[in-house]
């Protein structure tokens, strides 16, 4: 079966500091990886997609990156963290447009 | 574009009825169904992939109008259960993206 690990669960990290958020898949192959960002009570907004080993998509332009160094790994960076990138991180999943499986999340807070 | 979702919340007494709906400016090839619990990942509920289609899980079921480019998530005889964030998500072009939610609180 398939599943989908996402960490660290928690993060508090200073203004002005790196980030890595690291997520993997097992049991498919060649999914469709994203990464969402939710604020506190609020939707979840797509950040990045990726259908391939190296090939992302970006939605929101600001001082996020992401990396797929392999297939089923998806990494979310930041060079300098700013007080805004406070808030829930999804990793999710989804095999074509079929439905998508989301990691646990991780709650980043700026401080 | 990211789909519209209404109502933004709704309270309801154990046993009661309630509809969300998602909709979308632009053509609809498929429509995505999540829970989301307080603090937690949001969960899949059901998906629809062809207009006219319906489909039921327990007592939630959902239907999607491809011509009128919106899908209805039904939550019938409502349990305490069935609280958190409802969001609709469509898919186009390899991007998946979600209305903003619909807040679901079932009292007792």
């Known amino acids: 079966s398939q599943t989908i690990h996402q960490w660290p669960a928690t993060l508090v990290q200073p203004v002005g500091s790196p980030l890595s958020l690291e997520c993997t898949v097992e049991?498919?192959?060649?999914?469709?990886l994203y990464w969402y960002r939710q604020a506190a009570g609020r939707g979840l907004q797509l950040l990045f997609y990726?259908?391939?080993?190296?090939?992302i998509s970006s939605e929101v332009p600001q001082n996020l990156s992401a990396s797929r160094p392999q297939d089923r790994q998806f990494i979310l960076s930041s060079k300098k963290l700013l007080l805004s990138d406070s808030g829930f991180y999804l990793c999710?999943?989804?095999?074509?447009?079929?439905?998508?499986?989301f990691g646990q999340g991780t709650r980043l807070t700026v401080v | 574009q990211q789909p519209v979702q209404s109502p933004q919340a709704v309270i309801l007494r154990e046993g009661e009825d309630a509809v969300i709906n998602c909709s979308s400016s632009k053509a609809l090839y498929s429509v995505h169904w999540y829970r989301q619990k307080h603090g937690e990942a949001p969960v899949f509920l059901m998906i629809?992939?062809?207009?006219?289609e319906q489909k039921g899980h327990e007592k939630i079921s959902a239907s999607f109008n491809e011509k009128k480019q919106q899908s209805s998530l039904y939550l019938t005889a409502s349990q305490l259960s069935y609280s958190g964030t409802y969001f609709c998500g469509t898919v186009g072009g390899n991007k998946l993206v979600f209305g903003a939610g619909t807040i679901l609180r079932v009292k007792s």
């Open positions: 999710a999943w989804s095999s074509g447009p079929f439905e998508a499986f």
């Open positions: 629809l992939l062809k207009g006219g």
């Open positions: 049991g498919t192959s060649n999914p469709n």
């Open positions: 990726s259908v391939g080993i190296g090939q």
